[in-house]
């Protein structure tokens, strides 16, 4: 019995984690979302990170210009996996070309 309160608390507290987690990448998105509108920076782009991804996918993605925004948003959200090129054009929803 004891086993088996313990192995509920600690599922318990894996939600409850997992929860917290989504609730903080809301906020980061809302704050950042709201920083963008009103400043228009050009620290805010990314523009190394752009155009090396544009041109590492030019046969695979149609590349979209990401912010810095974007990229704090997408790592939050997707802490579990590495993100390169691929997955930061996957993830952002942009167009694969097919061919």
């Given at each position: 019995?004891?086993?088996?309160?313990?192995?509920?608390?600690?599922?318990f507290?894996?939600?409850?984690?997992?929860?917290?987690?989504?609730?903080?990448?809301?906020?980061?998105?809302?704050q950042?979302?709201?920083?963008?509108?009103?400043?228009?920076?050009p620290?805010?782009?990314?523009?190394?990170?752009?155009?090396?991804?544009?041109?590492?996918?030019?046969?695979?993605?149609?590349?979209?210009?990401v912010?810095?925004?974007?990229?704090?948003?997408?790592?939050?959200?997707?802490?579990?996996?590495?993100?390169?090129?691929?997955?930061?054009?996957?993830?952002?929803?942009?167009?694969?070309?097919?061919?």
């Open positions: 019995m004891q086993w088996l309160c313990l192995f509920i608390f600690i599922l507290l894996g939600f409850y984690t997992v929860e917290a987690q989504r609730q903080d990448c809301r906020r980061i998105r809302e950042c979302r709201s920083c963008i509108r009103r400043l228009v920076n620290k805010n782009d990314i523009e190394f990170i752009n155009r090396d991804c544009r041109e590492k996918l030019r046969d695979r993605w149609v590349w979209r210009d912010r810095r925004c974007d990229m704090q948003i997408l790592a939050c959200e997707n802490h579990d996996q590495k993100l390169d090129c691929e997955n930061v054009a996957r993830l952002a929803g942009m167009r694969r070309l097919i061919g």
